[in-house]
């Protein structure tokens, strides 16, 4: 399996603001979230073009995006404001969910879509400030899934939900629990309810998980924030450090800090001084599949290297 160093990492794009997930598709275009309001497209020339939000609400700030069959995107407001947006083509903004069983959504961290149509938003925490969930054993964060019956509340109590995905097999609905330091994974009732959640992948001192993506056998590769950690995790429990960018007596701090309770914000985006830049998301992309992606959220470009795994193809590949 892979060890890389930084050195090993290739930089495309430019002038990317806060672009804190990353989606590739066959075409060879990446598309990224940018704090500026809109959305980053990374062309395959390796050139950034943007789309910028119009009307849209005050501090909004996209963080988890979708892409849709149209090239029309969701995406999750990490502002005040909170919810799930829709943005056309031409950058115009309308709302898609603001609220779930008659309460405001929170600060919103992520929103993506299945094969069968349903989307998938998870939020956090429900403390405003978000930091304020920032501390070991804090657990209050949820996930919405929308569909023809509405939306509604299908997990609650995790500890700082993040990304939420299905894997490609359509059975199992993965998220990553960022202060919980785990990937857990929900059975997907046909009702589009969950069944009883697992944990997947429990990781140790100095991992922080943010984005994820499934490779093509079946593994799930991971990013941590402040670590700038790249894991392999197996189907089998086995994982494995494919890159990391940390100094290790800052780490050792972190830990510290995590465990009596004084852990905050500084430690979270003290990774973004590193050159891989607080890494965030994670897509196989290329012709193969073989070319990993990495966003981050104080990067300007999108990091990437070549696995020898193929990724597995998420659901808006062909988009």
């Known amino acids: 399996m892979l060890n890389l160093s930084v050195d090993d990492i290739a930089f495309v794009g430019e002038d990317i603001q806060r672009g804190e997930c990353v989606l590739a598709t066959r075409s060879g275009d990446l598309f990224l979230p940018d704090k500026r309001g809109g959305v980053n497209i990374v062309r395959a020339n390796g050139k950034s073009e943007r789309i910028m939000a119009k009307n849209a609400p005050e501090g909004f700030m996209p963080n988890g995006i979708a892409l849709l069959p149209d090239r029309t995107f969701l995406m999750a407001d990490l502002g005040p404001g909170g919810g799930v947006w829709h943005m056309a083509q031409d950058g115009a903004m309308t709302p898609r969910l603001l609220e779930v069983h008659g309460k405001k959504l929170e600060p919103t961290n992520f929103v993506g879509i299945d094969s069968k149509g349903r989307t998938w938003v998870t939020v956090s925490t429900h403390l405003v400030p978000r930091e304020q969930s920032m501390k070991k054993g804090h657990a209050d964060g949820y996930i919405v899934v929308m569909d023809e019956r509405g939306a509604r509340v299908v997990a ?161 590949w062909e988009f």
């Open 156 to 316: 609650e109590g995790m500890g700082f939900t993040n990304e939420a995905i299905v894997d490609p097999s359509g059975e199992w609905l993965y998220v990553n629990e960022t202060i919980a330091r785990c990937t857990s994974r929900f059975p997907i009732r046909a009702d589009g309810s969950l069944g009883r959640k697992e944990v997947f992948a429990q990781y140790g001192a100095g991992t922080f998980p943010d984005g994820f993506t499934f490779d093509a056998e079946g593994g799930v590769w991971i990013v941590s924030v402040v670590s700038n950690r790249v894991i392999r995790a197996t189907p089998d429990g086995k994982q494995h450090t494919v890159i990391q960018d940390a100094d290790p007596a800052w780490l050792e701090q972190v830990e510290q800090a995590f465990e009596d309770g004084s852990y905050s914000r500084t430690h979270l985006d003290s990774g973004g001084q590193r050159r891989l830049a607080n890494l965030s998301g994670i897509a196989f992309g290329g012709a193969d599949l073989k070319t990993v992606y990495l966003a981050s959220l104080f990067g300007s470009q999108v990091g990437s290297f070549r696995s020898p795994v193929a990724g597995a193809k998420p659901v808006h």
